[in-house]
């Protein structure tokens, strides 16, 4: 069965620390992946989305993730985070228009 | 553009009533689909929909109605509201797999 994991349930940092969240999915055959971030009290906003090609993604933000597919992870990463970070962070992985979220990462940034 | 636009934001409801969670996109996406988001277990798929006059069950479907007229609309229907429903409902839209568009949240208590 499809699912996606993401290992990291709350993450506390400190400004300009460096993150890296974990996602790890299963599914058969070509996947597409994504992150997505809510800000408290918003809704889901994309950051980032990886289809083919390059597997090193640039989202909006400074945000970044790998895609490996030997390890089925997309881990999302940020060399150095700010206060505004904090949020609550959700991969996704599918393919055409149906999607699997993972249960989300709470992030809190400390300035 | 206003993307898509979900109606009530807030809505409190008595065990045993029933109530409409409207939806609607302006992006003519094929895909619509209804979340719920509960603390600790991430969006769940509730009802989804491929088009006009298509839909299907999700992860959590008891308890849910949804039906999709048009392109445009999508409404979630409770339809006879139970404390177990107390949650956040997300509608989301989407285009060929481009990831999804997500509205801004109904948050609901069923009291």
């Known amino acids: 069965a499809q699912s996606v994991s993401q290992h990291n349930h709350h993450v506390i940092l400190s400004e300009a620390a460096s993150l890296e969240l974990g996602c790890n999915y299963s599914?058969?055959?070509?996947?597409?992946l994504f992150w997505y971030v809510q800000y408290p009290g918003q809704h889901l906003q994309l950051l980032l989305k990886?289809?083919?090609?390059?597997?090193l993604v640039k989202g909006i933000k400074g945000f970044e993730a790998e895609f490996i597919k030997s390890k089925f992870s997309f881990n999302l990463r940020k060399p150095s985070v700010q206060w505004s970070d904090t949020a609550e962070y959700f991969c996704?992985?599918?393919?055409?228009?149906?999607?699997?979220f993972g249960t989300g990462t709470s992030l809190t940034v400390i300035p | 553009n206003a993307g898509v636009t979900q109606t009530p934001k807030f809505q409190v409801l008595k065990t045993g009533q029933s109530m409409t969670l409207q939806c609607a996109q302006d992006?003519?996406?094929?895909?619509m689909s209804w979340y719920r988001q509960d603390p600790g277990m991430g969006l769940r798929l509730i009802h989804y929909?491929?088009?006009?006059?298509?839909?299907d069950q999700g992860e959590v479907p008891n308890g849910y109605n949804v039906s999709r007229s048009t392109t445009e609309d999508f409404p979630l229907r409770l339809l006879s509201a139970a404390p177990s429903q107390t949650s956040v409902y997300f509608c989301?839209?989407?285009?060929?797999?481009?990831?999804?568009?997500f509205g801004s949240g109904t948050r609901l208590t069923v009291v």
């Open positions: 989301a839209s989407s285009y060929g797999g481009f990831g999804y568009t």
């Open positions: 599914y058969g055959g070509t996947v597409n």
């Open positions: 990886y289809f083919s090609g390059d597997p």
């Open positions: 996704a992985a599918g393919r055409g228009n149906q999607f699997y």
């Open positions: 992006m003519n996406h094929e895909y």
């Open positions: 929909s491929v088009g006009a006059g298509i839909t």
